[in-house]
């Protein structure tokens, strides 16, 4: 079956960049890409970006192009989001969830992970 | 960017109810609109896709309804699992907007 695993809770220092992973199994990598979603406490949710299942290509929302960097590992079928210069706005649940053909039908998802930004 | 509205916001009902979820797009979007179902500590799940379409698994009491700007999901006999936040999302265009949100508490 479709699973995504995600790397586990971090907590960083405003102005510290982290990196979450998002590990696929029960499918075929390259078959489909992956989008990120995250909720901050006592929000919705909120799209962040894309990256493709066979290709490097990516796709941000504006307020995250220079924030976030979205690499791929198709030897471990693994996606990596890197978030940078944190502050507090950035404490949020992060989701990865399998986007195929670029449709953003997020059919399956990650467990979330919880990165917290405080001093 | 497409601006998605939800109404109501939140909403309390009896099992065996009629629940219904309005979404709002400020463009056009066809039918390109999705429905998911979040549940506090769990990731989202996917109830509806393409407007009208049942995801696999999902029971159907949920269908969903709409073209252009105006979208609705309907739970036909709301369950003690129903409860939760259920998000419409455009896919027509990027940044794949969600709406705010209904919260729907079961009584």
Not at chain 2, 85 to 96: A, E, G, I
Request: hydrophobic share 30%; proline share 4%.
């Amino acid at each position: 079956q479709v699973q995504l695993v995600q790397s586990g809770s971090e907590v960083k220092r405003p102005g510290a960049s982290v990196k979450v992973s998002c590990k696929a199994s029960g499918y075929t990598f390259t078959t489909c890409g992956i989008s990120w979603v995250r909720q901050a406490p006592g929000q919705g949710l909120e799209w962040m970006g894309w990256i493709s299942g066979h290709t490097d290509t990516t796709n941000f929302a504006q307020r995250f192009q220079g924030k976030v960097t979205l690499t791929r590992d198709p030897s471990t079928n693994t996606v990596y989001m890197d978030l940078r210069s944190l502050t507090s706005d950035d404490t949020a649940v992060y989701f990865c969830a399998r986007d195929c053909g670029g449709y953003a039908i997020l059919d399956h998802w990650g467990q979330g992970t919880l990165v917290t930004a405080s001093s | 960017d497409i601006q998605m509205t939800q109404s109501p916001s939140s909403l309390s009902a009896s099992v065996g109810d009629r629940v219904t979820i309005s979404c709002r797009a400020s463009h056009a979007i066809t039918t390109s609109l999705n429905w998911y179902q979040h549940k506090t500590g769990k990731a989202p799940k996917l109830l509806i896709y393409g407007a009208s379409t049942l995801q696999t698994g999902v029971p159907p009491r949920f269908s969903g309804s709409g073209y252009g700007t105006d979208f609705t999901l309907t739970i036909s006999s709301l369950q003690p699992e129903d409860f939760g936040t259920y998000y419409c999302q455009q896919s027509y265009s990027t940044p794949r907007t969600f709406g705010q949100g209904t919260k729907v508490e079961v009584k």
